[in-house]
């Protein structure tokens, strides 16, 4: 390999060029990896730092050398956070991605970010953030991109053969606990529609109607406040957890779409942190709130 300052100014114009070419694929590959669009952006300029230092050679597409250097920062920055992570109030919940409703509901998001929300739903990052980060590593490069064990192993550090027994585990508990929500967005929006009204009235009965009885709530506070609490499970307890706060919450609730599927943004009095509410509905049945008020990641909401 070469020092990319001892390169002529035609290589580094090619080299800088290849990078913005392949950009947005390294920010869907980030996305997945890390659930947070932030840290996507912040480890694709450590990858550009890396191509600055040392040019790989050759005049082929750079694809395949940037997606492996790339994830070996992703998966850096993952074990990282999970010796952090031990001692986080509440849960750790990803980085949303906000679509306001179009009309007078609200204004589209940006073009990209539309388009990675709806391929990454919250409810799978959620799953994927459970898994250790050699085992997110292996399922999002292999099951999501098609890159070959044999490429994905020496990330790993495990054979080829141990890195396919950590992508059939990751993807087990993916189809286990993150099956394909309702598809008909107009459908989950009226159920968030009526878990609101519900919810601003205190009425526990409908309430009840339209979770499901293994329903989970999990809220993130960013490591403090109401949110940095334990998550809840089951119909009756998140029922009564929604009677008690919804009326505070659900008055300042705007539906929106994030990630792909129905939500709202709450947006509270002056001074009060943005909160983002990911409902994910199966059945016609409300499976999942989670709400996200750490202001680190809901700064991008518009």
Same mark, same amino acid.
């Given at each position: ?8 100014p ?16 390294? %920010? ?10 932030? =840290? ?6 450590? /990858?550009w ?26 998966l ?15 849960t ?9 409703? $179009? ?5 589209? /998001? ?19 953030d ?7 590593? /292996? ?33 087990r508990?993916v %189809?286990?606990?993150? $099956?394909?929500?309702?598809a ?11 878990f ?10 409908g ?17 403090r ?7 809840? +499970?089951?119909? =009756? ?11 505070r ?17 709450i ?6 942190? +943005? ?6 509905? %199966? ?6 709130i989670?709400?996200?008020g750490?202001?680190a990641?809901?700064t %991008?909401?518009?």
């Amino acid at each position: 390999m070469t020092a990319v300052a001892d390169l002529d100014p035609v290589r580094l114009d090619w080299l800088a060029a290849e990078f913005e070419r392949h950009r947005s694929h390294l %920010r869907a590959v980030g996305y997945r990896m890390l659930g947070s669009l932030t =840290e996507a952006d912040d480890a694709i300029q450590e /990858a550009w730092i890396r191509l600055q230092r040392r040019d790989p050679g050759g005049t082929d597409d750079l694809r395949g050398w940037l997606t492996v250097t790339f994830s070996r920062i992703c998966l850096d920055m993952l074990r990282t956070r999970a010796s952090r992570r031990e001692t986080y109030p509440g849960t750790w919940l990803p980085e949303p991605v906000v679509t306001l409703l $179009p009309g007078p509901r609200g204004e589209p /998001a940006l073009e990209d970010d539309a388009v990675l929300a709806d391929s990454v739903g919250i409810a799978l990052l959620v799953v994927l953030d459970q898994l250790s980060p050699s085992e997110r590593v /292996a399922f999002v490069l292999h099951d999501v991109f098609g890159i070959d064990f044999e490429h994905i192993a020496p990330l790993v550090e495990r054979t080829p053969a141990a890195t396919r027994q950590l992508a059939s585990r990751a993807r087990r508990r993916v %189809r286990a606990e993150a $099956p394909d929500p309702d598809a008909d967005i107009a459908v989950q929006q009226d159920i968030v529609d009526a878990f609101l009204a519900a919810s601003r009235s205190g009425d526990i009965e409908g309430l009840l109607r339209i979770l499901h009885p293994d329903v989970v709530f999990r809220g993130d506070g960013g490591g403090r406040g109401m949110l940095a609490r334990p998550s809840i +499970r089951g119909r =009756e307890l998140v029922a009564t957890q929604a009677g008690v706060f919804g009326p505070r919450f659900a008055a300042y609730a705007k539906p929106a779409i994030v990630n792909g599927g129905a939500g709202v943004v709450i947006e509270g009095a002056p001074g009060q942190p +943005r909160i983002v509410g990911s409902i994910t509905i %199966r059945g016609g049945l409300i499976v999942a709130i989670d709400l996200n008020g750490d202001p680190a990641k809901t700064t %991008r909401v518009r």
